[in-house]
């Protein structure tokens, strides 16, 4: 947390990631959304989305229904956590289920792969 917080610019940010680490030890998670926002703003959004997602670091499934749970910008929020978790969990933490209810889904995935080739500097043919 502490390289994260040193990476923020504005203070605003340092500020709700210090929150973020008493969120951790809460199990209250309407104190989240009142503590750190859950609005359009990103300094509103990014720490929520944050704090939901090392809540539950252990299950993708948790950290999404925990994020759209807080109302607010709820998808915006939720989008960021799942995008976090499954950084850090790896795409097999998504269960089968959720994927193949995925709207648009082969789009997805081809963006995807071409996300990350082109991130690796590979180039498909």
């Known amino acids: 947390m502490n390289?994260?917080?040193?990476?923020a610019v504005h203070q605003v940010y340092r500020a709700k990631l210090e929150q973020v680490q008493d969120l951790?030890?809460?199990?209250?998670?309407?104190?989240?959304?009142?503590r750190l926002g859950n609005g359009v703003e990103a300094f509103e959004s990014?720490?929520?989305?944050?704090?939901?997602?090392?809540?539950?670091?252990e299950s993708f499934e948790d950290v999404v229904v925990e994020a759209a749970s807080l109302g607010g910008d709820a998808?915006?929020?939720?989008?960021?956590?799942?995008?976090?978790s499954e950084a850090w969990l790896g795409i097999e933490a998504i269960s089968g289920e959720w994927v193949a209810k995925l709207e648009n889904r082969?789009?997805?995935?081809?963006?995807?792969?071409?996300?990350?080739?082109?991130?690796?500097?590979?180039?498909e043919t």
């Open 75 to 84: 998808d915006a929020i939720a989008s960021m956590t799942g995008a976090i």
């Open 3 to 7: 390289e994260l917080k040193a990476f």
């Open 46 to 57: 990014v720490p929520t989305a944050i704090c939901c997602a090392l809540r539950h670091s």
């Open 24 to 34: 951790l030890r809460s199990g209250d998670k309407s104190e989240v959304a009142a």
């Open 106 to 123: 082969d789009y997805v995935e081809q963006l995807a792969r071409r996300l990350f080739e082109a991130a690796c500097g590979r180039h």
